[in-house]
């Protein structure tokens, strides 16, 4: 925000103690107009390798968190989101989606092995 004042992007005023303040429509404007930028540069590569397209299922909002089940043949991916992100994507029923999944833990588990054993 400090760059986006001194550019002269960002209107901002000060408090009697020195404190930025920033008009909160002024600011969506400015981020509107960083993500209407961004638009016309698609994505050409990532590090995520597990990407799923498929369609969306479900799409439930509450107030604050949404859920998003795309089916992308035999999987069922599950997303939680803010209802902000589900908002801004105009995520609805039948639309086409990509899941993209990048994890930093995979847990392993060992079912009881028959005969009632567990892990030795």
């Known amino acids: 925000m400090r760059r986006w004042e001194a550019q002269g992007t960002l209107s901002v005023t000060r408090s009697a103690g ?4 920033i008009d909160v429509t002024e600011l969506s404007r400015r981020l509107a107009d960083r993500r ?12 995520a390798r597990n990407r799923f397209t498929g ?7 509450d107030g604050v968190a949404a ?16 209802a902000e992100a589900a908002e801004e994507l105009d995520l ?4 086409e989606a990509i ?6 833990n995979v847990v392993v588990e060992v079912p009881a092995r028959s005969g009632g054993q567990g892990v030795r």
């Open 55 to 61: 369609i969306v299922t479900r799409v439930d909002r």
């Open 67 to 82: 859920v998003v089940e795309v089916v992308s043949g035999p999987h069922r991916l599950v997303s939680m989101m803010t």
């Open 18 to 21: 020195g404190q930025r303040l």
């Open 92 to 95: 609805q029923v039948g639309d």
């Open 36 to 47: 209407q930028a961004r638009s016309d540069r698609p994505v050409v590569a990532q590090s």
């Open 99 to 104: 899941c993209v999944v990048k994890a930093t």
